[in-house]
């Protein structure tokens, strides 16, 4: 999360981003280089930080974050620390798709050419959103499948606070996915969506050293990166 885009640290990319969405109620989880990170994060934002001192996946890590997550909260947006690219303007318009159709879940996806290592969206016979089956887990017909989750989610507060308990870890990676809250809701007939964005630069995600020249090539041609021009 600290790897520098245009000579600034990536965490901030989205902490940012966060801000401008919902202000002074950002919460970031921590774990390696916790301290740091809170230094970089509070150069611009006032948020709150949670502790995850075991890396247990990505649902451990929404559990980690919910009791510090104001009181008057009643949608939780959810963010990737390593997806530096995702504009302001498309969590909006998640954010508004997801009460407008008044949806306990609404995740944002993606068609990619090469989707491997991304989670694939399960759909049901009808449309409906099923179940998201990680890279891991897959098997080769759901492999095949080019619709893929970004890992940003809306998600109702108080439908938060009720599947988180139910996560396991009866998985490849032994991680708590929070992917399965689709599963669980669909099987419980919430309300769950998607959203399909249509720019794919917006959900790539750094998880080596070329995805990271990547990302700072499409930084570079939206403008600077040094004043987080985001329009």
């Known amino acids: 999360m ?11 990319y989205v902490v940012d981003t ?10 970031v989880v921590v774990g390696h280089q916790a301290e740091r990170v809170k230094q970089v994060v509070a150069e611009t934002v006032s948020a709150h930080f949670a502790l995850q001192e075991r890396q247990l996946g990505t649902g451990h890590a929404v559990m980690c974050a919910l009791p510090s997550i104001p009181d008057d909260v009643a ?42 290592g991304y989670g694939r969206l399960i759909f049901d016979a009808g449309g ?35 599947v988180l308990p ?11 996915y929070l992917t399965d809250i689709v599963g669980l809701g669909y099987r419980d007939q919430r309300p769950i969506g998607a959203v399909i964005v ?25 403008g600077s990166g040094k004043d987080l021009d985001f329009s």
Request: hydrophobic fraction near 40%.
């Open 18 to 27: 966060a801000a401008t969405v919902a202000g002074n109620n950002v919460v």
């Open 75 to 116: 949608q939780v947006v959810v963010l990737c620390g390593d997806v530096p690219l995702i504009r302001p303007g498309t969590i909006e318009q998640l954010v508004a798709d997801h009460c407008r159709q008044r949806r306990d879940v609404t995740l944002l996806a993606v068609r990619l050419s090469n989707p491997k």
């Open 166 to 176: 139910r996560l396991g870890r009866d998985n490849k990676q032994n991680e708590i």
């Open 198 to 222: 249509s720019d794919s630069s917006e959900i790539l995600g750094v998880n080596s050293r070329d995805d990271l020249q990547i990302v700072e090539k499409i930084m570079n041609m939206r």
């Open 128 to 162: 409906g959103l099923t179940a998201i089956v990680e890279e891991a887990d897959a098997d080769e017909v759901q492999k095949a499948i080019n619709i893929v989750n970004a890992g940003i989610y809306v998600i109702r507060r108080d439908f938060l606070e009720s």
């Open 2 to 12: 600290l790897h520098p885009i245009c000579g600034v640290p990536m965490i901030r």
